[in-house]
């Protein structure tokens, strides 16, 4: 079995408003007009959609940061993006990112949820009935042997911060998550920030340590998967297997990749 997964598409749709001066949601706006810190490529997410019948994923896993502002009409072109690709016949899996959680109101309306659960299944496979939207972990069963465990760590942050959190009573559900998989089995955790912070903590998961800690207790979760840094990565943590798809269209560096059930990975850039 072989599962696509990607990460950071920002979708942008501008949305400035007089009214809502110096607001989280105008300044994430200026930001992506003036592209200080970032410029993305839709149609790179176009050329993916194009290709992805070649492939041959049976799954698609998107680690969070579908949009900029978290706004409705930001939403509304991830949805899209997700129905395309269930229309060839792939199953897609996400969580949320920071910037799926930009703003106040986006965050306390569960807006994510909200807007993608008619296509996603945010339940999974757990005999614990623990959801995404509502324990914040979610696991899915992909072969008998195969199983991805999903992790919202977002939080309400203000702004110039995109910080997440691992809290305890995350850290319960996620214990209970995995003691309800098979021993046997290979997990995948994903989670949209990595274990390691590269540059700083206003960008950090807070209780990444903790985290950590709790997946060595599991020797069962053999892969850590991640977005947040639009850097594509492989690496390994003691037993872990740390792995970034990077952005998906980021111009001039986007890139996805391929994990399959067996173990192999492969990274595709998109030009
Ligand atoms: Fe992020």
Redo the contacts with the bound molecule.
Sequence with gaps: MRMLICS?IHFFAPNLHPWQLFSKESIGNVNALLGINRGFLRSHAETLIGQISKLDVSHVLIL??FTTTSSKKEFLLSKAFIANLQEKGITVLALP???DNYTKKAYQEKRFYQMFEDLIDFRGHSPTGCSLKNEKVAAYKITDGFWVVCLDTTIKTPPFN?TGLFDLELEENLCKVLESIPKEATVALAN??PLICKKGEYHALKNRERLHRVLQNYPMVRYYLF???HHYEESKIDHLYTLSPGSLTLKNRASFMILDTNGKVEKHDLV
Excluded: C, L, Q
């Design positions: 950071d969070g940061d990112g920071n910037h995109a949209h920030f977005g947040h840094e």
